[in-house]
């Protein structure tokens, strides 16, 4: 057991600072995300959903446009291409399944 201010925050892409626990079938990674940071398109096997705790966020996924605003929630498939633009200061949960082994 551990608490979550006892994990270090690592910057995984610039702007992007996230907390990340990991189990045996999925990763729940805590963001941090600076407003203006910008994540690339890409696409990962793991299905991920994401929760925006606070701020905006906008996400392109499998080329249709979300703004994201506190207490949303989505579902992005396995290997659905996605991008994002902080529009503000951020704070986003992401679970992951199965586990982002690339984030231990």
Known sequence: MQHL???????IRPGF?????????GTV????IRKGSVLI????VQEQTT??????????IGG?????????VHVIPSNVPH???????VRVIDFFAPARDDYR
Do not use: C, N, Q
């Open 51 to 60: 929760y925006l705790v606070e701020g905006e966020l906008e996400m392109v």
């Open 64 to 72: 249709e446009s979300y703004l994201l605003t506190p207490g949303m």
């Open 5 to 11: 201010d006892e994990i270090p925050a690592r910057e």
């Open 41 to 44: 398109e890409h696409r990962h």
């Open 17 to 25: 600072f996230g907390k990340m626990v990991h189990g045996d079938s």
């Open 83 to 89: 991008s994002a633009l902080a529009r503000t200061d």
């Open 29 to 32: 990674s805590f963001w941090e």
